[in-house]
DNA sequence: CGATTGAGTGAACAAGTGTTCACTATAGTG
DNA sequence: CACTATAGTGAACACTTGTTCACTCAATCG
């Protein structure tokens, strides 16, 4: 169970109300309720919607707050959503954090990296949904940032490998290449993920095993890669 | 220049008109309108929007037909996204039909691949920025649509390369997964290629550039591949 | 030929939308 | 302490939305 999520929706912000206290400095309760916008989009994405199919009324509705308010935080969905990119950003980055300081399994790394990552994805599935949705779907400029997260993460992930001495024949524009396809294939990867029936453990075997030997088979690649002239 | 790009927006199908005569089988017209609804909602992304955030009613006003007309053809916005993906179908597996007829180019046969493939994306535009947007950010029921359309392409293009002698060591189970790789990695590529900057000659080189790079280690992994024990 | 069918109409509906505005009441300020 | 700045309110606005219904009128059929 994921930490952020409250699983209750937040309601009544009563301001002279006896109960749940606005306690806290002026601008942390306006960052909370800023937090509580972004939640109540990931909620409401979290039945299967798409970002797009969002409306600011809603929004506010799921954050319990009247919509006026909503203008305080931010001008725009479309605003609402580079936020959420960004905490996408964070969230990739958090795992690739995560994966330096555990180090690589000695053995069958490839499968144990797949698992931990298959986790990551269901702990955190309100942003991958997101991500997912806004990926191909939302409005030009939040596709671009999530392009943008992602070229990042590559990259990062490309450094990563560069300090870690693995495939060290191969040029950084190469690793670059290879980390790219490596991070598509995981996004694609998420979207299979989280789309997996509740029950079927068989189909989440087979997805599993599918994404692993594509892995295997881009690191193939990657060890075979010849610089082109 | 696509041959179903219209360019101008259908209006005025004014009954008794002397203008543009419906003209034709009863069955005809009702289908001719169909396929104007349908081209009302690729034109209506055609401006960047998602398939998630059209309304029937601007699809209808698009199509030059009243609110009411709508449910003549589809009860749902979703049933005509569903259609849309049959389109979209149809014109992947002309593509693969096509590739097959004109058989491969024998040097440099993938780069090569890769210019057809841009050229037809471009041609084909909306319904590649149609399957991008729903892809992740539809209905769950587009999604699965779509995601069957894909496993069904590469499941043809496995196929070919089965029955065209290439990789012939490999057994049909990595095939279907090399190809699902290629898939996804085109599917990819095609949201790149659509959201190109209009004068940039530099970045399109670089990005067509990437992504023969990538099917490169795509191949470079699948001849290097054995069977999992 | 006259009768039937059904694609498209136009008006109406209840409900939902984004945005604005004057407002309240409270945390932070001097 | 009184004063100010501002996060959140609640009502109002002008639209747009999906769906329904009785309707028209031309292609089709007996």
Redo the contacts between chains.
């Keep these: 169970m994921s930490a952020e999520t409250t699983g209750e929706t937040a309601r009544k912000r009563s301001r002279s109300g006896s109960t749940s206290t606005p306690s806290g400095s002026r601008s942390a309760q306006k960052q909370r309720t800023r937090e509580e916008l972004l939640n109540a989009a990931l909620n409401l994405m979290d039945t299967?919607?798409?970002?797009?199919?969002l409306s600011l009324r809603e929004v506010t509705r799921e954050a319990g707050v009247v919509p006026a308010a909503f203008y305080r935080h931010f001008s725009d969905l479309d605003e609402l959503g580079l936020a959420l990119v960004e905490a996408c950003g964070l969230t990739l980055r958090r795992l690739l954090r995560e994966a330096r300081r555990q180090g690589l399994p000695p053995t069958q790394m490839l499968r144990s990296s797949v698992l931990i990552y298959k986790n990551y994805v269901k702990a955190h599935h309100r942003y991958f949904r997101f991500a997912?949705?806004?990926?191909?779907?939302?409005?030009?400029s939040i596709?671009?940032a999530i392009?943008n997260e992602e070229s990042h993460f590559a990259h990062e992930m490309a450094q990563d490998m560069r300090n870690l001495d693995l495939m060290p024949r191969l040029p950084m524009a190469?690793l670059e290449?290879?980390c790219?396809?490596v991070v598509?294939?995981m996004m694609?990867a998420a979207?299979d993920i989280l789309?997996l029936p509740e029950g079927q453990r068989q189909a989440e075997k087979e997805m599993t095993e599918?994404f692993v030997?594509?892995l295997?088979?881009?690191?193939?690649?990657?060890?075979?890669?010849r610089p082109?002239a």
Tied chains: 1, 2.
């Design positions: 299967g919607r798409g970002f797009s199919s997912a949705s806004a990926r191909g779907g939302g409005s030009p596709r671009k392009r190469a290449m290879i790219s396809l598509t294939t694609n979207t789309d599918n030997m594509q295997r088979l881009i690191f193939l690649g990657a060890r075979a890669w082109p």
